[in-house]
T-cell receptor, first 116, second 113 residues
Framework: GAGVSQSPSNKVTEKGKDVELRCDPI?????LYWYRQSLGQGLEFLIY????????KSGLPSDRFSAERTGGSVSTLTIQRTQQEDSAVYLC??????????????FGPGTRLTVT | AQSVTQLGSHVSVSEGALVLLRCNYS??????LFWYVQYPNQGLQLLLK??????LVKGINGFEAEFKKSETSFHLTKPSAHMSDAAEYFC???????????FGAGTRLAVHP
């Protein structure tokens, strides 16, 4: 079946512009995660969605970052007034809700964001 | 708090040689541990995971890892490297009830003929 998809695959933007990154999780997966992969910081957790709510936003680096999820499916990560340090690969992962189980996360290919 | 340390940012082996990628963890609770592989321009793929039970875990592509509580380690091994194993490998620990992952810095594996 289809895996996690992300769009765009690459995004180049000018400093100060807003960007939106999209994630389409695997159908039926209730949990959705955003991570950021950058040269200086490695792989970092950003935010977790369970359904449409985000009980863990602890990894969002500043109030310029926000995310939403609608219909328990698609999620959008928005970065306002982008800065050069926002340049990174943004990865999305989804997992099924299995009662009592350990939820394996399935990762998308990522969006490479470059802020010039 | 949980954390992961991967020793060696770059490892180079000959084709057919043993692969050993090191991972040490810190966790205040019994850990759930993972190894992921990332090929160029691709997302992360799960190689194997440890939850409870058997401490030697077998994964895909001939990889395995052994959980050693006394050493707080979860090293990844493969008896014989193949050229297609060249990739970046990440060790991770589950952090908290929402299953978010804390990753190590990654180890880039090069395999030469």
């Amino acid at each position: 079946g289809a895996g996690v998809s992300q769009s765009p695959s690459n995004k180049v933007t000018e400093k100060g512009k807003d960007v939106e990154l999209r994630c389409d999780p695997i159908s039926g997966h209730t949990a959705l995660y955003w991570y950021r992969q950058s040269l200086g910081q490695g792989l970092e957790f950003l935010i977790y969605f369970q359904g449409n709510s985000a009980p863990d936003k602890s990894g969002l680096p500043s109030d310029r970052f926000s995310a939403e999820r609608t219909g328990g499916s698609v999620s959008t990560l928005t970065i306002q007034r982008t800065q050069q340090e926002d340049s990174a690969v943004y990865l999305c992962a989804s997992s099924p809700l299995e009662a009592g189980g350990l939820y394996e996360q399935y990762f998308g290919p990522g969006t490479r964001l470059t802020v010039t | 708090a949980q954390s992961v340390t991967q020793l060696g940012s770059h490892v180079s082996v000959s084709e057919g040689a043993l692969v050993l990628l090191r991972c040490n963890y810190s966790s205040s609770v019994p850990p759930y541990l993972f190894w992921y592989v990332q090929y160029p321009n691709q997302g992360l793929q799960l190689l194997l995971k440890y939850t409870t039970g058997a401490t030697l875990v077998k994964g895909i592509n001939g990889f395995e890892a052994e959980f050693k509580k006394s050493e707080t380690s979860f090293h990844l091994t493969k008896p014989s490297a193949h050229m297609s194993d060249a990739a970046e490998y990440f060790c991770a620990v589950r952090a908290g009830g929402y299953n978010k992952l804390i990753f190590g810095a990654g180890t880039r594996l090069a395999v030469h003929p």
